[in-house]
């Protein structure tokens, strides 16, 4: 069965802290995502990539970067967590025409 | 820029209803559209995907519509179950580009 796997479900982080939340997924897929959801604001775009290396901005990418060093990983940085980055984030992958696969969440807090 | 609206924003129907839910969007040049289900605290999971140049998509008891000329979809769930509890999300991906735009959503529940 093709995945997207997030490293961690549940994480805590304090104040200032550098955070790395990792995806990985299995299907070869070109673009990879990184979404964050919030009660009442829906899922918000943060950075997408469409190739290793290339990487581009989306709604709200301040306060965040993104690496992709090989096709399969997606990682999304926090350079200095703030308590406004609590939130639940999601990857989720694609490729033309195909649908996007999600993976099962990253529920982070910032303490 | 494109905007999703789901409505309404929560729906509670006693088990056996057909039910219609209801995305509309306001930029008709899309690619395509797709539904999704999302249980509490998990990740999204796809339901039904349907290309611009489609009027629907069938899955088991969940049918999709897409009329692009009006910026509307639909999202029919016949013989609903308690199963079925999650919220709903509609989501376009405009031509051209790789990205989604989401809807907020439609938080159903089937009460047994």
């Known amino acids: 069965d093709v995945k997207v796997t997030q490293s961690s479900r549940y994480l805590v982080k304090r104040t200032g802290e550098k955070v790395f939340l990792e995806c990985v997924q299995d299907?070869?897929?070109?673009?990879m995502f990184w979404y964050r959801q919030d009660p009442g604001l829906g899922l918000r775009l943060i950075y997408f990539?469409?190739?290793?290396?290339?990487?581009e901005k989306g709604d709200i990418p301040e306060g965040y970067s993104v690496s992709r060093e090989k096709k399969e990983r997606f990682s999304l940085i926090l350079e200095s967590a703030s308590t406004n980055q609590t939130s639940m984030y999601l990857c989720?992958?694609?490729?033309?025409?195909?649908?996007?696969?999600f993976g099962s969440g990253t529920r982070l807090t910032v303490v | 820029k494109q905007e999703v609206t789901q409505i309404p924003a929560a729906l509670s129907v006693p088990e056996g209803e057909n039910l219609v839910l209801n995305c509309s969007f306001t930029?008709?040049?899309?690619?395509?559209l797709q539904w999704f289900r999302q249980d509490p605290g998990k990740g999204l999971t796809s339901l039904l995907l349907?290309?611009?140049?489609?009027r629907e998509q069938t899955s088991g008891r969940l049918n999709a519509s897409l009329d692009k000329s009006s910026g509307r979809s639909t999202l029919y769930i016949a013989a609903s179950q308690p199963g079925d509890s999650a919220t709903y999300l509609c989501?376009?991906?405009?031509?051209?580009?790789?990205?989604?735009?989401f809807g907020k959503g439609t938080k159903l529940t089937v009460n047994p």
């Open positions: 989720a992958s694609s490729s033309l025409g195909v649908r996007y696969t």
């Open positions: 299907m070869d897929h070109e673009n």
């Open positions: 930029d008709s040049a899309i690619y395509n």
């Open positions: 990539s469409y190739d290793v290396k290339m990487k």
């Open positions: 989501a376009v991906r405009q031509g051209g580009s790789e990205k989604l735009v």
């Open positions: 349907i290309q611009s140049s489609q």
